[in-house]
């Protein structure tokens, strides 16, 4: 069988843990998003899920909570596809 735009990785949910790594540190998401050169409007639509990271964004992400980037952005497990 083929593949098909509905197999597409873009129609994966994508959940994060910015907010709690962020809460952890006591950072304001201003605070976050000073240390990653983006709006504090940015941090909000990533920790609300309307936004997904470049990967580039993804990397500094990862690189200033110290953390792999799979364990701060995960599928969704309760999607039903």
Do not use: H
Not at 4 to 15: E, F, I, K, L
Not at 61 to 70: G, H, K, R, S, T
Request: proline letters at 6%; charged letters at 25%; glycine letters at 2%.
């Amino acid at each position: 069988m083929g593949w098909s735009a509905c197999d597409s990785p873009a129609s994966v949910v994508v959940n994060n843990k910015l907010r709690e790594l962020r809460a952890a540190r006591q950072w304001s998401q201003a605070d976050l998003a000073d240390r990653l050169d983006v709006s504090r409007q940015t941090i909000n639509s990533i920790e609300t899920g309307r936004y997904d990271p470049s990967l580039p964004l993804a990397f500094k992400i990862a690189a200033v909570f110290d953390q792999p980037i799979d364990t701060l952005f995960f599928p969704d497990s309760d999607e039903s596809k």
